[in-house]
């Protein structure tokens, strides 16, 4: 017998060893050791001072839980008819995989170094402020997602099998909580892992990935993709490419723009990273005084305000995690955000960015057509560049100072391994971001007690948070007018997430096979 029931367990309940089973077995009525418990979901409902766990639950009376044992199958695919795929981000994981599952042979693309050479890259930008444009916190194996935090939940639910990713996840190596938390993430520790084991996988199965190896042009006759050149010497004949560079893979842009390949410009966002004290965040959110309970994770928190009819709203919160330089290229400054899977650091860090309406707030950038986002965002970039110091330096300023409109005598210590450079960003942002995220921050701080403070830096500029340009498909996701070119993930304007972008890599290769 199976009775599925939800249940609420108090902090204390949770703490309490074998607290979930005896509560099952209080509300069912059961005895002890003829049950067993399969957990669907868990989260923490934290809108009060008194805290709950939530439980949906399975329980199996009198008769074993079903086994988790999770498989996919794949073929051999050594001599199979062959898909490109250039960049090994999510989408082009699991592009990749869903290749292999269905009997095509993936040849993957990858401008960027594997991910454990990639490491010393990361280590350049970190102290030294060099900056390798092909392989940084954006580009190599795993793409961004590698050194992220990891987080998994998307509101793509009709985009594709959520379960499915989330299952391949655990397949490749993640924890099967996963499957089970309400708001799930993996950790910039535990992904890099993750990630070489998918590529093993692709490789044990006659699948190719090529590591340094940059597409620089591509060979189209009669509107139809016949050849692509790699590191500008090398023409590798194709029939179907899927397209998945992720959003920071500028000179693709260019690349397609300069050959007249129809591309369009996107309303995107962009603004600041704010870096709190975890200890502010745990103590707005848990109601608590001290440290939060060991029970509890590092809180985090989602916030939207509607400012002069533009979204200002929180991005990619990293609670317990680090502030990182994200640039891909040198002369600009870009940060981001990411966390280790026990967000155990001492920070919480959030982008807080203004929605950019391409076709109204930028009307100056008009002559440069569908990239016309991309340069506004590049002026951003530089700007922040010049201002932190001409280095990886990141221009910052106190969040009270920022809305006050103060320059700031000196900083709160960061999680950002670069340094800080006190700037007056209230005065150096576009009027159109800063203007509005000074609103929206007084607005933060009046739905959190506490968030609003002299303790919190803000530092620039969070810029990348999504794709300014998308590449037109139509309903095959075919390019409209290049026959064999499948834009796909976020490059292509199609996702904004591991998981979003991991689904249409998935759709993608179902599509880029049609007809082979």
Not at 13 to 25: F, K, M, S, Y
Not at 124 to 133: L, S
Request: with cysteine; proline share 5%.
């Amino acid at each position: 017998m199976v009775r599925n029931v939800q249940l609420r367990l108090s902090l204390k309940e949770e703490g309490t060893p074998n607290g979930l089973e005896i509560r099952v077995a209080k509300y069912l009525g059961l005895k002890d050791g003829n049950f067993k418990i399969k957990v669907l979901r868990k989260s923490i409902d934290a809108r009060k001072p008194k805290i709950f766990f939530n439980y949906k639950l399975a329980i199996y009376i009198n008769e074993p839980a079903p086994s988790d044992t999770l498989d996919f199958k794949y073929k051999d695919v050594s001599n199979a008819k062959p898909i490109h795929i250039v960049g090994f981000g999510p989408a082009g994981m699991w592009a990749a995989l869903r290749c292999l599952e269905m009997g095509y042979k993936p040849i993957v693309l990858e401008r960027g170094n594997n991910v454990k050479n990639r490491r010393r890259d990361l280590k350049a930008i970190n102290q030294d402020h060099q900056v390798n444009p092909e392989s940084n916190y954006c580009f190599g194996e795993g793409g961004a997602g590698t050194y992220s935090d990891g987080k998994l939940y998307t509101r793509s639910l009709k985009r594709g099998d959520v379960r499915r990713i989330f299952e391949s996840l655990v397949f490749h190596g993640a924890t099967d909580q996963i499957l089970v938390d309400a708001h799930p993430h993996i950790g910039t520790n535990k992904l890099p892992k993750i990630v070489q084991n998918i590529r093993e996988v692709i490789q044990h199965h006659g699948g190719e990935i090529h590591f340094n190896t940059k597409v620089t042009d591509f060979i189209i006759k009669d509107n139809t993709l016949k050849a692509i050149v790699l590191n500008e010497t090398d023409e590798m004949a194709v029939e179907r490419v899927i397209l998945a560079t992720g959003h920071s893979a500028r000179d693709i842009f260019d690349l397609l723009h300069k050959k007249d390949i129809a591309l369009e410009a996107k309303s995107f966002a962009m603004g600041v990273r704010v870096e709190h004290p975890q200890h502010i965040i745990d103590s707005i959110q848990y109601h608590c005084s001290g440290d939060r309970s060991e029970l509890l994770p590092a809180a985090s928190y989602s916030l939207v305000e509607q400012v002069k009819d533009r979204g200002v709203y929180s991005f990619c919160m990293c609670p317990g995690g680090f502030i990182v330089p994200a640039a891909t290229s040198p002369g600009e400054v870009v940060v981001n955000g990411m966390s280790p899977s026990k967000r155990n650091n001492l920070y919480a860090n959030s982008g807080i960015v203004v929605e950019i309406n391409v076709d109204k707030d930028i009307p100056k950038y008009e002559k440069f057509g569908a990239l016309k986002g991309l340069e506004y965002q590049k002026n951003l970039e530089r700007l922040a560049f010049t201002s932190g110091g001409r280095t990886q330096t990141a221009p910052a300023q106190r969040l009270t100072d920022f809305v006050e409109g103060n320059l700031s005598v000196d900083l709160n210590p960061t999680s950002y391994q670069p340094g800080l450079n006190s700037a007056p960003l209230h005065s150096l942002l576009p009027k159109l971001i800063g203007s509005r995220l000074r609103q929206g921050f007084k607005a933060f701080g009046d739905k959190m007690h506490g968030y609003y403070t002299t303790e919190a830096n803000i530092v620039g500029v969070e810029s990348r948070t999504s794709s300014p340009v998308s590449i037109p498909r139509n309903e095959k996701l075919e390019h409209p007018v290049i026959k064999g070119l499948f834009p796909c993930g976020e490059g292509g304007g199609y996702a904004g997430g591991i998981v979003s972008a991991a689904m249409d890599g998935e759709r993608c290769a179902e599509a880029a096979m049609a007809g082979l």
